[in-house]
């Protein structure tokens, strides 16, 4: 069982930043790949970035690219979504999940076993 909680949203302007992060407990966090997903009102759940379970891969929506990055501290348990530049349409709930030992289908939410409750990130114009 992993539990997850998201943090470190807010409200910031555009062209800003924030760093989310993703606190998990558990002893075996270092073997989950880890994946932040969004959801602005009325759409559907969708995939940002994710980072695979030894670290050495990521991947990011084409949205996104050049402006977030994931990152992981095994030490912390602790999962980051490093988002610069940002833009209105970045608005919504942002959501971490975890995945034993995955290292394909990083992109659907069904690859995912656990879920944060999510945090809010409101980008204004």
């Known amino acids: 069982q992993v539990q997850l909680v998201e943090s470190g949203g807010g409200l910031v302007q555009a062209g800003g930043s924030l760093r989310l992060s993703c606190a998990a407990s558990g002893r075996t966090f270092s073997s989950y790949s880890m994946g932040w997903f969004r959801q602005a009102p009325g759409k559907e759940r969708e995939f940002v970035a994710a980072?695979?379970?030894?670290?050495?891969?990521?991947y990011y929506a084409d949205s996104v690219k050049g402006r977030f990055t994931i990152s992981r501290d095994n030490a912390k348990n602790t999962v980051y979504l490093q988002m610069n530049s940002l833009k209105p349409e970045d608005t919504a709930v942002y959501y971490c999940a975890a995945s034993y030992r995955r290292s394909y289908g990083f992109y659907s939410r069904g690859g995912y076993d656990y879920w944060g409750q999510g945090t809010q990130v409101t980008v204004s114009s």
């Open positions: 980072i695979t379970w030894t670290g050495g891969s990521t």
